[in-house]
């Protein structure tokens, strides 16, 4: 157990919907990252948060949205829905934004959206 | 920008040694992360390679030359167990430090 909790583990919406992932980092973990993986594809890097601000972003649609709580806790939203949004979630945790060997990303167990 | 090469499948035998390459070319690099991930599972930190050189970690060892912008996993002693997805992942050197990772090798150990 990684110690990054996500929910729910699997979601099933319609197209055109909004649905919202939630993610608890590993405790004393400052930095989330939240990563998007369809069959067959490597995890492709959405966005991150360190202690609360936006750090950097990779290739977030323009419908996703997310955000970084005081509490550290994180949530994506996902906006007009579409069928090629269907992926496994992740997000993943560390002390530091940098993951260095000491500090390496630890993620949750995923959540798998299904839009149909 | 990332581009991250791993072979897509692979094939070994119980008790065999199999090793897993990977090569990367990215706008600054900042270190070499290998993750194991089951079907449906999530990734799990295996190693960390910053330096030139081998790290070895009980069966699993990884090498790394920044020079050819080359790494590999080494899996001795291959278990059944060890048939899952193997992510090799660069972090680059911007100011975000951000992880990206390959397509993985999907490593099947057969009996």
């Known amino acids: 157990d990684s110690g990054v909790t996500q929910t729910p583990k699997h979601l099933i919406t319609a197209t055109g919907q909004r649905v919202t992932l939630r993610c608890s980092p590993r405790?004393?973990?400052?930095?989330v990252y939240w990563y998007q993986q369809s069959l067959d594809q490597g995890l492709q890097f959405l966005i991150q948060y360190y202690n609360g601000e936006e750090r950097a972003k990779g290739n977030i649609l323009e419908r996703f949205s997310a955000q970084q709580f005081p509490d550290l806790h994180s949530e994506l939203n996902l906006s007009s829905l579409e069928l090629g949004d269907s992926a496994l979630y992740f997000c993943?945790?560390?002390?530091?934004?940098?993951?260095?060997?000491?500090?390496?990303?630890?993620f949750g167990n995923g959540t798998r959206l299904t839009v149909t | 920008g990332q581009n991250i090469d791993q072979p897509t499948e692979m094939t070994a035998t119980e008790g065999a040694i199999v090793q897993i390459n990977c090569t990367y070319q990215t706008s600054g690099f900042n270190g070499l992360f290998w993750y194991q991930q089951h079907a449906g599972e999530a990734p799990t930190f295996l190693s960390y390679?910053?330096?030139?050189g081998l790290e070895e970690k009980g069966r699993f060892s990884s090498f790394l030359s920044r020079s050819k912008g080359y790494s590999y996993l080494l899996l001795k002693e291959l278990q059944m167990k060890d048939s899952a997805s193997y992510l090799c992942a660069v972090r680059d050197a911007t100011g975000a430090n951000n992880l990206f990772f390959g397509t993985g090798t999907r490593l099947t150990v057969i009996p």
């Open positions: 993943a945790s560390s002390v530091r934004p940098e993951g260095t060997y000491n500090s390496p990303l630890h």
């Open positions: 405790s004393g973990d400052l930095s």
């Open positions: 390679n910053v330096l030139d």
